[in-house]
């Protein structure tokens, strides 16, 4: 049962996700006939003030001794990459003393310093993955995902991921209805749809020489075409053997993928900037039909167009009737 809370905080500390850690685990919410959480603030040492990027300091009541016996330790963000021994021994000890421990976005690179990533599934912030996988490889790390659940093992994504997997936590230990109340108060989805590669950036991949620059830019500029390798070597003026052995070299992939990939992004655009519906979209970006798009789409982005456009859509905010003019 999941009573006692323990946050670690440390220097360089991102604000938001300690915010995250206390708004689900540190708020009275009993008059909803919610359950409160034993929350402590713990530091590297109590009383002494911690830094954060924004300029705000945070002084934590608690030292390190109070991770001992709490059922979860739960990490926020930090923009160390080097932590003091007795950071590392104490969430060592409290892990082996039976507590969970939960991780918010660069929180991860502190378990991985204390050792408790070695051959465990978790997930970080996109743009932190490779540092994650270069600094850990004995982790399996996925990053995709917008948290993973390891058992004892809880990691989430970048900033408010961390808010998914707070409340996956609290539905595992507690149920959905204190879920659904606390995310209620919050006024969040108790649990969102997809993962990180919705919210990646997808460049345009680059060729490594000029050889195919300017088919690339062909292919780019004419989408909604029906494209082959016997059209496209010809245009390059290659046989299509050496045209395909080419294109694998300079972009490090087939043609077919190349050309999916470009097209879902343009897609992206089209489903961010314009009303255009489904087969529409399909149609402009040589998909050929709605049902092929959702297919590509959803393997490449990992949520369907409709999600993808219901969150990220030009305007839509200020369409929503549930928002308030600024």
């Keep these: 049962m999941l009573r006692s809370v323990s946050a670690l905080v440390m220097d360089r500390l991102a604000v938001f996700e300690f915010g995250v850690i206390t708004e689900v685990f540190g708020l009275d919410r009993s008059d909803d006939g919610l359950p409160?959480?034993?929350?402590k603030v713990c530091g590297?040492?109590?009383g002494e003030p911690l830094s954060s990027p924004s300029g705000l300091q945070i002084v934590p009541p608690y030292g390190l001794d109070a991770l001992a016996g709490a059922d979860l330790v739960a990490v926020g963000a930090t923009g160390l990459r080097?932590?003091?021994p007795e950071v590392l021994d104490a969430l060592r000890a409290a892990h082996e003393g039976g507590a969970q421990v939960l991780s918010i976005c660069s929180g991860v690179f502190v378990l991985g310093a204390a050792g408790l990533l070695s051959g465990r599934r978790c997930t970080v912030h996109w743009k932190h993955a490779d540092e994650l996988r270069e600094a850990h490889p004995e982790a399996i790390v996925s990053e995709d995902a917008l948290f993973v659940d390891d058992g004892d093992l809880i990691t989430g994504a970048g900033t408010a991921a961390g808010i998914d997997a707070c409340l996956h936590l609290v539905r595992r230990e507690l149920g959905s209805a204190v879920v659904n109340g606390i995310a209620r108060r919050m006024v969040v989805p108790p649990q969102r749809e997809g993962g990180q590669r919705q919210f990646v950036e997808m460049p345009v991949p680059e060729c490594t020489s000029d050889s195919l620059s300017d088919v690339l830019a062909w292919m780019?500029?004419?989408l909604a075409e029906e494209h082959t390798v016997a059209s496209l070597s010809r245009r390059a003026a290659m046989s299509e053997r050496t045209f395909a052995r080419r294109f694998s070299a300079?972009?490090?992939t087939t043609p077919h993928r190349w050309l999916t990939r470009q097209r879902v992004l343009h897609a992206r655009t089209?489903?961010?900037?314009t009303d255009l519906g489904m087969d529409a979209v399909?149609?402009?970006c040589g998909?050929?039909?709605a049902a092929l798009l959702r297919h590509h789409f959803r393997q490449v982005v990992g949520v369907s167009p409709a999600d993808y456009r219901s969150t990220f859509r030009l305007g839509a905010r200020a369409e929503d009737p549930g928002s308030v003019p600024a």
């Design 36 to 39: 409160v959480f034993d929350f």
């Design 287 to 289: 998909l050929g039909s």
């Design 282 to 284: 399909a149609s402009r």
């Design 220 to 222: 780019t500029e004419n």
């Design 44 to 46: 590297p040492r109590a």
């Design 82 to 84: 080097e932590f003091e």
């Design 270 to 273: 089209l489903l961010e900037e």
């Design 250 to 252: 300079e972009t490090g």
